[in-house]
């Protein structure tokens, strides 16, 4: 168990709809990443937040958003969903702000959505 | 885009042979090297994991073997279990750019 909690663990929606999945890191963690798993586009970085900031932006959608709260949780907002955002997505954290062998990144299990 | 590239696809290896994945990176500004090893259901978890001003870092049965010049770096998996069998991704980033580039995945099957 990485201790980073990610839920909901899976989630079925239809089109057009928008989701929120929610990630609470491992204690003391500051920073949280959110990943996309997909079969066609692999491991990809989305988005990070440092102690509530945006702190880097990967290949995130426009209709995608994240959020961190004061209590370190952290929230990926999907939208106007389309059948190709069906995928894992996981919640990541680690203790500083940069992945190194000094900071190393734990993974939560994921949340699946599917998209119908 | 700089990408991390991954071989092979799927591996098969039997119990005690050594596995071997290779990764070549294509922007000489990484600087963080680390392999992840993920089970069905179950997020990535950190293998081990390597700067590029070493040639080599051995952790128990895992090895990574760096190559600056070539820009390639490999996972050395030595006396293969049953257990080790997962998938395995190599991965690249920069300090303070943590747009971390995964490698598309090797799915590594030991068999007994």
């Known amino acids: 168990d990485s201790g980073v909690t990610q839920t909901p663990k899976h989630l079925i929606t239809a089109t057009g709809q928008r989701v929120t999945l929610r990630c609470s890191p491992r204690?003391?963690?500051?920073?949280v990443y959110w990943y996309q798993q997909s079969l066609d586009q692999g491991l990809q970085f989305l988005i990070q937040?440092?102690?509530?900031?945006?702190?880097a932006k990967g290949n995130i959608l426009e209709r995608f958003s994240a959020q961190q709260f004061p209590d370190l949780h952290s929230e990926l907002n999907l939208s106007s969903l389309e059948l190709g955002d069906s995928a894992l997505y996981f919640c990541?954290?680690?203790?500083?702000?940069?992945?190194?062998?000094?900071?190393?990144?734990?993974f939560g299990e994921g949340s699946w959505l599917t998209v119908v | 885009q700089q990408q991390v590239k991954q071989s092979p696809q799927s591996l098969i290896v039997q119990k005690g042979g050594i596995s071997i994945i290779n990764c070549a990176y294509e922007?000489?500004?990484?600087?963080?090297f680390p392999w992840y090893q993920q089970f069905p259901g179950k997020g990535p978890a950190l293998l081990i994991a390597?700067?590029?001003?070493?040639s080599e870092k051995k952790e128990g049965r895992f090895t990574i073997s760096f190559n600056k010049s070539a820009k390639q770096f490999s996972l050395h998996i030595m006396d293969s279990q049953p257990g080790d069998s997962a998938t395995y991704f190599c991965?690249?980033?920069?300090?303070?750019?943590?747009?971390?580039?995964f490698g598309a995945g090797t799915r590594l099957t030991v068999k007994p």
């Open positions: 390597i700067r590029p001003d070493v």
């Open positions: 204690s003391g963690d500051l920073s």
């Open positions: 937040y440092y102690n509530g900031e945006e702190r």
């Open positions: 991965a690249a980033t920069m300090y303070n750019n943590n747009d971390m580039r």
């Open positions: 922007n000489t500004a990484f600087d963080y």
């Open positions: 990541a954290s680690s203790v500083f702000s940069s992945p190194d062998l000094e900071n190393t990144i734990y």
